[in-house]
């Protein structure tokens, strides 16, 4: 197979008209970061019992898809997979600009964002928060030597050792991101080593997703479809990775189900959480789970459009399983002392109430739309689009 | 604009210029270099050995359930009233550094109530999980929030077994001098410490004392003939989550 050239993404009108929707929902992103912060977090969904919300859904999953968007990048240089290869410089693009919006969102969701000078130079490293940020900006930078390793011909010759650190560090950095929330001690429906290789799964299945379409979206503004070999070996990709996750999440259930120390919290989660069970059932395991599967693996739906449905679905149950997992996960109460039912002014032993408001969903938003317009603007400023190269079928 | 032309006669000798510019160059420069210096050794005086915190001491509370009055919030106002804890009528945002909670046995029904704070804990997970390390404990054992560099994440509030924190949702008025807030970060029960370093109990034990009630015991744990250690010697005393194995400051007895 011959080695892929690129080109520049050109001036067209789909292009612009793209670039405008995605500045439309940076614009909403920031007036609303802008409202929540000059008003005070009140005016939010969050309080002090649900004190991570639809901002933190947001941002851990552009963070966690980030990770998973360098899966084509990867896959060519780390296993020397051909048909991946036009795709590297697209893939590892989506990687820096899904991580840039998600942490944007998170650090505007701040309650002292004009702070961020102080998280850069006050660190306690027995925080896995503190250490986040080492991986953060560090697969960032690790990213752009990838880049310059592939754009640059003399430094071809590193790809594969560069494409590997970068691959062994965007493990690291997921299961970095699930332990935020399993060492969380303290919280039943946290605390949980599985969390780690759950986030892993979660990313690579995430990442395909998107690539899926985002590729399928800047080939289309482009003028012409996600060629076929690609498409097929994504899609396939994503019906594994997609059943890996819900092999971790059928784990993590199980042994909570096991003990009788958990059975009110997965009663809640899986049965009487109101909004939960809903999001849990029809959102992440028929939405996002069952239908995406079956129209994945079918060799009758392998077209483009009905895996671009699939994909969006796999998205769809994404934000479902993230929604249950961060908010429900807070919303089930605390048992502070054991034995005995808790009453009080200030909701202790009630179910946490969460009201997600605009603003969150603005801001949310907004991340998704920097991670479009820089990843769009990237196609402009360097040749990162693939004009040959391309397999002419599926790879085993 | 004219420029008049100095005369010969009229200027001032260049090695003389030169001498006095140089001393006070010398007087300006020491002045700068010793200030600082002086400075701090004002603070050092001012904070000597004695004043400072030390693991010497570790101040706690142990909590008489059977004096805690259930309906009785005195402890609550007293707190609220010190640190200027306001409200805005909206109690799921509003802060709480200390709240009554009424407990019932799921098996016998015995019913009691205990107030719950920040418990200051010796392994306290706030600290361990606060990424700039605003969350820290002192020597003496009271856990702080450095609200200079506190970034308002709220990861602390995710790790408190308690949930004994409070983010701050909105604009502060008629904030007290002697405990600083601020909006956007994130605050919890300090015992008193402000009182505790000049030599007084919390605001909540006073009130609690002068209720009538006494079921607020403030002390050094350390302290084996203080009144801690005698009252945990002639009863039974438990931490609540202590599952956890946080070897917490406050401790409760009679439950």
Known sequence: MRAPTFQHMPSSTPFWWVAAIATAFVVVGLVSAHHMESAGHWVTGMNNRVVWGVPHVF?????????????????????????????????????????AGGLTVLVLDLGRPDRLIVAMTHYNFRSIFAWNI???????????????????????RFVGRVGTTAFAWRLILTTGTGSIFAFLAAREAFDSAVLAPMFIAMSLSFGTALT????????????DGLPTALMLNLRRLLGYFVVAVAFFVMVDHLTRLYGAEHHSMERFILLEGGIYPMLFWIGQILLGTILPVVMLLQRRCNTLAPTLVAASLVLVGAFCQLYVLIIGGQAFPIDIVPGFSETSGFFDGVIAEYQPSLAEFGLGMGGVGLALLTYLIGTRVLAFLPTTGFDSGPSS | MSCKPMKKDESVPLAQHRRTFFTQAAAGVSLM??????????????????????????????VDTAKCESGCDECVSACNSEHGLSGHGRPETDAQWIRKVDLKDEQTGHELSIPILCQHCEDPPCVDVCPTGASFRRADGIVLVDKHICIGCRYCMMACPFQARSFIHEDLTGQKTHSPRGKGIVESCTLCVHRIDEDQEPACVEACREAGHDALVFGDLEDAAGPLASLSRKTATRELRPDLKLNTGVRYTSF
């Open chain 1, 59 to 99: 941002a851990v999953f552009l963070i966690v898809s980030a990770s998973g968007a360098l899966n084509a990048a990867s896959i060519a240089s780390v296993f020397g997979r051909e048909t991946y290869k036009p795709l590297s410089r697209l893939s590892a693009l989506m990687a820096i600009t899904l991580l």
């Open chain 1, 212 to 223: 899926l379409i985002f590729s399928a979206l800047i080939f289309s503004i482009r003028g």
């Open chain 1, 134 to 156: 080492f991986l953060y900006t560090g697969f960032i930078a690790l990213v752009v030597v990838y880049l310059w390793m592939m754009f640059e011909p003399r430094m071809n």
């Open chain 2, 33 to 62: 270099a010793l200030a600082p210096g002086v400075r701090l050794v004002e603070l050092a005086m001012a904070n000597s050995e004695d004043s400072l915190p030390s693991n010497d001491k570790r101040w706690g509370l142990l």
